[in-house]
């Protein structure tokens, strides 16, 4: 999630061994509460034959509460719902099961967060937030918001585990950490001390760049050591978003930093680099302090290679070049050195789609190529060539196209929701509201996938988007990890 938020900010601005943590792999143990089943009553003095029967449903087994929590996921269910019944009933399941309530709460924060971030500069919503919350999701003072549907928002986004933080001033909704801390000794100690990790920060505005350094590794080790799927996604995710802390840093003030390499920020750096040189992060370090950057797209370059992929996954970006003067690509090739086929495969890929948009130009034409999703599962790229239609106007074609990492083939919205065509074109169209003509593009993003169409005019396309909670009655719960 994280990084898709990131992903505007550098448009705007143009752009391991830890010590003394004992992360034990034996998870502890909360007992489930005892639940009562009903029994019949035996009277010792009467036949068999004259005992009534009480309870014809004896013996039918009685859901668990945590069967109860996966009944509520459902498509009319929101994360507000699960919220509460986590409030009342995690402290009575077990470790593993309330983990899973947190990983299915935070796929379902995730339409809370889109409805949000499409209403929180309308007038009602951001008037009650700076007004009446008083600029922050204060509870306590939710019920004073006169408007009955932004009530119903707020209150929402609290009962579902939510705050409200500011980027560049603009208000977005996110998990709320805290919240999630209070139920800290009853998870795991991998999960917990992640738990507690991004509780301190979020109650912490300004901490030292040393101390958030040896945070960053800690977070490699445990991203290295763990085998759960759910503890690797937000592993990443706080890891990734504490890398953007340093390199990138609020409102992009460190963009520079190893332009001139000379500020206090840059000594505190390669301090901690000496110090931590088995580190993947020191690593990076190194690699920006030896590069002689003239602007600060160069380092920002690497962050992104460094952000792309986990540790685990033996992929990286490199520049495509071309031989042909006329022709700036702006694509990048993708690299392995175990996966060289399925690097392959990726690469051809984009390039056919490549060729799909240059036979849509004139010949003459100048590329870019963003990714805008990765993990170590899929990528998606976006290819954009500009050209001119006429000699006085500047046209553009566009394609996204996610590929399947376990493969390199890119994958439509149709094998993603293991349907055919015709059914894939169907659900989207009536989860989405749209109409799409033929099958869109998939797009993945960090909160779900974007689907995108073109129009008769090569610049023109239909976009929709679906959120993870939206694709629960299509893919499993792994699926939905991200």
Request: charged share 20%; proline share 4%; with cysteine.
């Amino acid at each position: 999630m994280y990084r898709q938020f990131f992903i505007v900010i550098i448009l705007i601005f143009s752009l391991t061994a830890c010590q003394g943590i004992d992360l034990s792999d034996s998870p502890k143990v909360i007992e489930k509460a005892t639940i009562p089943s009903a029994e019949g009553v035996t009277d010792t003095n009467s036949k068999p034959e004259e005992i009534p029967e009480i309870n014809p449903q004896a013996n039918e087994t009685i859901p668990t509460l945590f069967e109860g929590y996966k009944a509520l996921l459902t498509a009319d269910t929101t994360a507000a719902d699960l919220g509460n019944y986590i409030k009342d009933h995690i402290e009575d399941v077990s470790t593993q099961e309330a983990e899973e309530m947190i990983q299915w709460l935070i796929i379902y924060q995730t339409d809370l967060y889109q409805h949000y971030l499409y209403n929180a500069y309308e007038s009602p919503y951001l008037d009650a937030l700076n007004d009446t919350l008083g600029g922050v999701l204060d509870p306590t003072k939710i019920n004073a918001i006169e408007n009955d549907t932004v009530r119903a928002t707020y209150q929402n986004l609290s009962d579902g585990f939510m705050t409200i933080v500011r980027y560049e001033e603009s208000p977005y909704a996110q998990t709320d950490w805290s919240a999630i801390a209070a139920y800290k000794d009853l998870f795991s100690e991998e999960f917990a001390y992640l738990v507690n990790l991004r509780d301190q920060y979020a109650k912490t505005s300004i901490r030292d760049t040393y101390d958030i350094a040896e945070d960053i590794v800690i977070l490699e080790d445990m991203i290295h050591r763990t085998n759960n799927p759910f503890h690797f996604a937000q592993l990443t995710d706080f890891h990734d978003e504490l890398v953007n802390d340093l390199i990138i840093g609020p409102e992009g003030i460190y963009i520079g930093t190893f332009v001139g390499k000379s500020d206090h920020h840059y000594n505190h750096l390669m301090t901690f680099a000496g110090d931590f040189s088995h580190s993947d992060f020191a690593q990076l370090l190194y690699q920006l302090d030896g590069g002689d950057w003239s602007d600060f797209r160069g380092p920002l370059d690497l962050y992104d290679h460094y952000t792309a992929f986990s540790s685990k996954k033996d992929f990286y970006w490199t520049p495509t070049l071309s031989s042909d003067a006329n022709v700036d690509l702006g694509i990048k090739t993708l690299n392995s050195d175990t996966q060289a086929e399925i690097a392959a495969s990726a690469n051809a890929s984009i390039q056919d789609a490549l060729n799909e948009l240059i036979r849509q130009t004139n010949g003459t034409y100048a590329g870019s190529m963003n990714i805008f999703y990765s993990d170590d599962a899929y990528i998606t790229a976006y290819l954009s060539l500009h050209y001119l239609k006429t000699p006085e106007e500047t046209t553009y074609v566009e394609q996204a196209l996610t590929i399947d990492l376990s493969t390199g083939k890119a994958i439509t919205i149709a094998e993603y929701l293991s349907m055919t065509a015709e059914e894939a074109l169907q659900t989207v169209n009536t989860l989405t509201d749209s109409d799409f003509t033929q099958l869109p593009n998939l797009e993945f993003t960090y909160n779900g996938i974007a689907l995108r169409a073109q129009k008769s005019d090569p610049s023109e396309t239909s976009y929709a988007e679906l959120s993870l909670k939206d694709l629960v009655p299509y893919l499993s719960l792994e699926q939905l990890t991200r």
